[in-house]
């Protein structure tokens, strides 16, 4: 049987350099489909699917917020959790220049700048997650405690109620 083909990104690259088993998923990716475009092209529930978000503070400091494909972030209560006044997603060309990825393929892994990662604390209590790999319409399965560990992502309780 004859591997599947996957685009080799500088996500798959980080993945593969520190050990972390992943499982590559592609699908045909559109504008504005979005995180539930992705999980009804993998059959799997919106959940489960990880948006990585570029947000700014107000001094101006970027960071990479991880919240499930079905939620939207609260700023107001991520602001607060992270002691700023304010929190506003970035810019897309602010986002694209600093990660190296266009946005709709933005990966937390290898990122040009090197961001602080938060992410919503209900991601780590499913059994695997679906995230971006880096190019758009591509997806990496991966254990959700990688998010804490290898990339020293910080649990924090920010979805919009």
Do not use: W
Not at 6 to 22: N, W
Not at 90 to 108: D, F, L, Q, Y
Not at 138 to 155: M, N, R, Y
Request: aromatic share 6%.
């Amino acid at each position: 049987m004859a591997k599947s083909k996957y685009p080799i990104t500088p996500a798959v690259r980080f993945l593969r350099s520190k050990g972390i088993d992943f499982k590559p998923h592609t699908y045909a990716y559109s504008d504005r489909g979005g995180a539930n475009q992705a999980a009804q092209a993998l059959k799997v529930p919106a959940n489960r699917v990880v948006k990585t978000l570029v947000m700014e503070t107000d001094n101006r400091v970027l960071f990479l917020m991880l919240m499930h494909g079905d939620r939207e972030v609260s700023t107001r209560q991520l602001a607060r959790v992270i002691g700023r006044k304010k929190v506003i997603p970035a810019a897309p060309a602010t986002a694209e220049r600093c990660t190296g990825c266009r946005v709709g393929g933005i990966s937390p892994f290898a990122t040009r700048d090197r961001l602080p990662v938060y992410l919503e604390e209900s991601i780590l209590v499913l059994e695997s997650v679906f995230i971006n790999g880096g190019k758009r319409g591509f997806l990496v399965e991966i254990d959700p405690a990688v998010l804490t560990g290898p990339l020293d992502g910080v649990a924090v309780k920010a979805a919009a109620s």
